[in-house]
């Protein structure tokens, strides 16, 4: 059973930053493409950074020049730092592969008060 446990969620005022983990427990870690998504209160889940097998990134319009997607391989593990955070950052984020994703973890709650 694969397992997303995602990590580093919190209360950070508009301006703050915080960067989130998600460990992933497959063996093929390294061969795969990862994302960061959000689903805020009454929104649909959105994709906001992905980074590829060779390490290229992409990002959502809403968070480029902000967040920061990276990988480490030996460790299984996808960050997204981000700074300059938004009130409308507010959600609960969560880790996935882009396709054929996994069963969604728990995610963690990102609040940003103005």
């Known amino acids: 059973q694969v397992q997303l446990v995602e990590s580093g969620g919190g209360l950070v005022q508009a301006g703050g930053s915080l960067t989130l983990s998600c460990t992933v427990s497959i063996s093929a870690f390294a061969f795969n493409e990862f994302g960061w998504y959000r689903q805020a209160p009454g929104k649909e889940r959105e994709l906001v950074a992905q980074?590829?097998?060779?390490?290229?990134?992409d990002y959502a319009s809403s968070v480029r020049g902000r967040f920061t997607i990276s990988r480490d391989n030996a460790r299984n593990t996808v960050y997204l730092q981000m700074n300059s955070l938004k009130p409308e950052d507010t959600a609960v984020y969560y880790c996935?592969?882009?396709?054929?994703?996994?069963?969604w973890g728990q995610g963690t709650q990102v609040t940003v008060s103005s």
């Open positions: 996935n592969k882009v396709s054929l994703r996994f069963p």
């Open positions: 980074i590829k097998v060779g390490g290229s990134t």
